[in-house]
Structures are given as structure tokens and as C-alpha cells.
């Protein structure tokens, strides 16, 4: 970087990467690798799009958002060690690795990232395979920690051991306030995805009010025992708080991610959606196992190649994206027959699958309905 390069964005505005701050130099061309720039042709909120045609900004945009948001909290950090309110010095080592944690987060999602997920567990479950099914943080780590890719060398040349980067992706539980930037109940990805899903869906409820919560920010030994009673070695953390005088702001951030979910992730025609591209990858894959590939794919179609015997590779992984499986949903739908065809065509032309209420389906059968709604 010869010069400051600037995104401009509809959430955070003007986002600047300092071409003399090692960190940003580090992040720019992070961005610009292959395995960052596949985030581009993955949509952030898969088929959403068909209920809220807005709906089609992609993880690569929601990355930089994390990015952005995770230097922010690394300040609010330094801020707090500065003003003796937290004990020790600023880990800058640490920080470092946790703002590039934010930003790879998403590496692993796949295509239509919860329906692919939701498929591959049926399709292990129907193989009857003892394997565990990696997660998209799993494939995330892998794809910081893969030998032949751009993004362990980049951050080799700045001394920065990848396995650090992916242990604290992989990782749930934070360990420390370093680690609550990447995940935590008040993280940079959840404050990047709350406004983005909002604002690209246009959905009216759930505003929040992101610089009167950042203002009230504070760090603090927070304990996370179970039972709360002893202090347990390891129970108590530094990890992120809020002054009293932001708990209103703080409830409407928690409604706001709940009203996303009610009103946007959860939407009976996304769920319905979810489960027609669900049934669609079963169908490819069921077509592997018998060797004989969908009408319209070849044995060397990445959804081929990825759903066959031993076929979840990293290399594999990364070839798929939202273009790859459309254009096979097309090809299926021009060249096949029977329910893939149907199956294709009604992904396609937006034929929606209806939403059945089972208590008024069956008001009196009440172990029927409990059974559907676990189904």
C-alpha cells in the first residue's frame, strides 16, 4: 500500500486502511486474496433475497464491517488499560490477532450457508457416517491454516503464527477480552450483522443506537462459573460490560437481533426456501453416491466433486460459491427430469413451498403436533 485506501459503506461510512499502520496494511491485502474475494459471491443472508429483494449484500461486505468494528472495540480496550480501570498492559500482539480473527470469521460459510450446512448433516446421517460434520468455523480455520494458500503467507511475512488466527476463530467461549471481539454477546460481527441485515432488508424494527453503546463500553471481570457462588480458577475474565446509563440501548440491541430472527432469518418463505436448495444438494449427492450425476452435471462439477466419497476437502470447499450452485440449478432445470428438475425450476421461478400451522391442521392430536413441530 503506497497510499490510504478507503470503502465507502452504507453501515459505517467512510472506513479507512492507514497505509502506514502495519494492522491495516496487513487487512488490505487480506482482502484482496482469493479465498476473501470467493466472500464476495456468497450472499449474507442466502435466500432472503426472495421475500426482501433488497436482500443481497454479501459476507465480503459484512467482513470489512467486522473488521471495522473489531479496531474500534481493540481502542476501547487500550482505553480502558490507559485509564487503570483494567489491570495489566495492552496486549498488542494479542489485539492484532483478534482484529484479523474478525475479519476471516466468514471464510467458511458455504453456499446458501445454513441450508448447506443443514444438508450435509442429512446427507451424512442417510451415509450413516460416524464423522463428525465440520462447521463453517471449522472450515474457516482450516482455510487461514491451509498450506497452499495466500492467507498463511501473508500472514507469515508479518510474523503471525496462523494457528493463532484460526485457534481463536474456532474457538466459542472467550477467554479473554481480546477474544470477546471476535466472539461474545456484544462482538463485532453480531454489532456489524444487526444493522446490515436491518438496513439491506428494510425492515422498520430493531434500531439501535451503535455510538451510545460503543460511548458506554467497558471492560470488567466478568464471571463465568457456572453456579456464580466460587471463584473458580479461570471463571473470572476480563471481557466487555456496559455502564448502567446504556441499559436501554443495550435492550434494543438484544430486541433487535431477536426481531431479525422473527421477522427475517426465521421467515416462513426463507425457511422454505432454505429447505428446497437443502433438498436440492441431497439430491446431488445422492446422485454421487450411486454414480450417476444429476442430468446437467458432470463428475467434475464442484457440487459433484465436493458431495462424493471423501469429498469435503478444503481445496473443494473453496471452489464453491452462490454462482456455482445457481448455475448448476440451472443446468439441472434445462437438462433434467423428474423432482430435480421440479426441484430446479421452483428455485428458479420462486415457487414458494406452503406454510402449514399444524395446530390448526390438527387441533386435537396433541403428540402429532408436538412430533411436527420438532420435525
Known sequence: MLKNQRILDPIHEMIV????????????????????QRLRRIKQLGVSEFVYPSATHSRFAHSIGVFHNARRLVKLIEREIKSKRVEGKFDKDRAQIAVLAALLH????GPFS???????????????????????????????????????NILADANIDPNTVADLVEAETPADMYHAIVSSSFDADRLDYVQRDRYMTGVGTGAIDLEWLMD?????DI????????RDEGAYRHSFCLLYKARDAAEDFLLARYRLYTNVYYHKTTRGFEQLV???YRLVAEGTDQGKPLKGLDAEHPLVRFFSKDGETTENYRALDDAVVWGAIHAVARAADGVSKLIADWLLNRHRLPCVDVQLCFPHELVLQRRLKHR
Open 114 to 152: 445454513h441450508a448447506f450446512e443443514e444438508a450435509r448433516k442429512s446427507i451424512a446421517e442417510r451415509r450413516r457416517t460416524d464423522k463428525k460434520i465440520p462447521k463453517h468455523e471449522a472450515f474457516s480455520a482450516a482455510l487461514i491454516r491451509h498450506k497452499a494458500g495466500a492467507i498463511g
Open 216 to 220: 458506554n463500553v467497558r471492560v470488567a
Open 223 to 230: 464471571d463465568f462459573s457456572s453456579d456464580g457462588d466460587a
Open 17 to 36: 486502511f492507514d497505509h502506514e499502520v502495519p494492522l491495516d496494511v496487513i487487512a488490505w491485502r487480506l482482502l484482496n486474496v482469493p479465498e476473501v
Open 106 to 109: 466468514d471464510l467458511g460459510h
Open 278 to 280: 437443502s433438498a436440492f
